[in-house]
């Protein structure tokens, strides 16, 4: 009970004391009773005294109290004129006031380190201690390849993207260098922060795409220069022999055969020799040329160009654009090998499948605001594969050189583009291009 109620109490329980002594000696001489009603106006004053020097210094503090367990820190308390109590109520305000400059300089410091990850290269993924997303900042979304609101308040292995799923077998509190099947390398950290007395586990993404791929870049125009260098000026030595010697033969008689053999081995020569500078082209790729370039039209004129190929491997080439796609700042002719590459690929690839039973199809989507997409019904790309497309030298097909991707791996990333080739849950291989 509060000491106001005991106070009122006391009051009550004087009063009455004092009116039953009136009452009981009310036959005795006035100066007693004179003296009696003193004693009694010198226990209300003393009363009033009470409550201001004590009851209503504790009221006030009690409102303090209440203030702080509202964390109301901006009130503060008046002055009683009671020494004892203004010292508290002193004491009490000073605390509220670090208090209030505690609280902002927090809110400053949380407002700082929400701006710092709201702009930060690399991906953060903060996540409930259920494991369901509750905060991506923008760079985080961009490497997931997913709108924000169909990662939200999900784990992570509901989410279709390939990175998604690398982090969800991270163990905790460990570092794992990630290779996805769009280039793309990242160092993931799984770690936790405490809040309020918990841990939240986070995911902290570094993109190391740029490095890797300057350092394997490095390597394989070292060992192309090297074999290139090798192999061409064996080739000239071996071609040049090979011609003075059908020369020689060819005015013999009964040596048709051998120089038919002569002629077979030098054409040979040749292709090793073409073969080997297609290799040293790729690590000449000249720096692309921006310009503005009206998307849809470009597509189109790739379209038209790759139709004929498609239609003799009957398979069906489908257009599809958005016209709300506007004008795209790009190298016309790198771009225009890049899809004309994907688009041959993707028949290639329903060609060497050998399927009769479903209609081959190629589709090529344009989406605002500037992304590419070319799909495909072909037999798809296995897990293992994916991981590997990008890399130098290595090929899906039987006679394929590994070149047409790292070229376009090369000309996509010197766009600035984000791009991807995977086989998605219903089947269809996708290599999707977005636009900066």
Same mark, same amino acid.
């Given at each position: 009970m509060r000491i106001k109620f005991f106070f009122f109490i006391l009051v009550l329980f004087l009063l009455g004391l004092s009116?039953?002594?009136?009452?009981?000696l009310g036959?005795?001489?006035?100066?007693?009773?004179?003296?009696?009603?003193?004693?009694?106006?010198?226990?209300?004053?003393?009363?009033? !005294?009470?409550?201001?020097?004590?009851?209503?210094?504790? &009221?006030?503090?009690?409102?303090? #109290? =209440?203030? +702080?367990?509202?964390?109301?820190?901006?009130?503060?308390?008046?002055? !009683?004129?009671?020494?004892?109590?203004?010292?508290?109520? &002193?004491?009490?305000?000073?605390? #509220? =006031?670090? +208090?209030?400059?505690?609280?902002?300089?927090?809110?400053?410091?949380?407002?700082?380190?929400?701006?710092?990850?709201?702009?930060?290269?690399?991906?953060?993924?903060?996540?409930?201690?259920?494991?369901?997303?509750s905060q991506l900042n923008p760079m985080a979304i961009k490497m997931l390849g997913v709108r924000l609101e169909e990662a939200m308040n999900k784990q992570l292995e509901q989410i279709d993207s390939p990175l998604a799923a690398e982090l969800?077998?991270?163990?905790?509190?460990?570092?794992?260098?990630?290779?996805?099947?769009?280039?793309n390398i990242y160092k993931c950290t799984h770690s936790s922060f405490i809040d309020r007395g918990f841990k939240h586990p986070f995911f902290l993404i570094e993109r190391m795409t740029e490095e890797v791929m300057k350092a394997e870049k490095r390597a394989y125009e070292k060992v192309i220069?090297?074999?290139?260098?090798?192999?061409?000026?064996?080739?000239?030595?071996?071609?040049?022999?090979?011609?003075?010697?059908?020369?020689?033969?060819?005015?013999?008689?009964?040596?048709?055969?051998?120089?038919?053999?002569?002629?077979?081995?030098?054409?040979r020569c040749f292709s090793m020799s073409r073969f080997i500078t297609r290799f040293a082209d790729v690590v000449k790729i000249p720096e692309p040329t921006l310009s503005p370039v009206q998307l849809n039209d470009l597509v189109s004129m790739c379209k038209r160009f790759m139709e004929g190929m498609c239609n003799d491997r009957s398979i069906n080439l489908v257009?599809?654009?958005?016209?709300?796609?506007?004008?795209?700042?790009?190298?016309?002719s790198l771009f225009e090998q890049v899809l004309v590459n994907i688009i041959k690929n993707a028949a290639e690839s329903i060609e060497g499948a050998g399927e009769t039973d479903k209609q081959g199809e190629v589709i090529v989507r344009t989406t605002a605001p500037a992304s590419v997409e070319v799909v495909d019904n072909g037999p798809g790309i296995s897990k293992e594969a994916e991981a590997k497309l990008f890399s130098p030298f290595f090929s899906t097909k039987p006679n394929g050189q590994g070149i047409g991707l790292v070229f376009i791996r090369?000309?996509?990333?010197?766009?600035?583009?984000?791009?991807?080739?995977?086989?998605?849950?219903?089947?269809?291989t996708r290599f999707r291009i977005l636009f900066p």
């Open positions: 009116g039953a002594l009136i009452h009981l036959g005795m001489r006035p100066m007693y009773l004179y003296i009696l009603e003193g004693v009694i106006l010198f226990i209300l004053i003393y009363l009033v !005294v009470f409550y201001n020097k004590i009851v209503k210094p504790m &009221n006030t503090i009690g409102s303090g #109290m =209440e203030l +702080l367990r509202e964390q109301d820190f901006s009130s503060r308390l008046s002055q !009683v004129g009671q020494y004892e109590a203004d010292r508290i109520v &002193n004491i009490f305000n000073r605390m #509220m =006031e670090q +208090l209030k400059n505690e609280r902002l300089r927090m809110r400053e410091q949380n407002h700082f380190l929400d701006l710092l990850i709201e702009a930060s290269p690399m991906g953060v993924i903060i996540t409930t201690l259920d494991g369901e997303l969800a077998v991270i163990p905790k509190d460990e570092t794992s260098v990630v290779r996805l099947n769009d280039a220069r090297m074999i290139a260098h090798e192999v061409n000026n064996t080739t000239a030595g071996i071609t040049s022999t090979l011609d003075t010697v059908e020369q020689a033969l060819s005015t013999e008689d009964d040596m048709e055969d051998i120089c038919e053999v002569m002629r077979v081995c030098t054409e257009l599809e654009c958005d016209p709300a796609v506007g004008i795209v700042q790009l190298d016309p090369e000309v996509l990333s010197r766009h600035g583009c984000t791009f991807s080739l995977r086989t998605y849950n219903d089947g269809l």
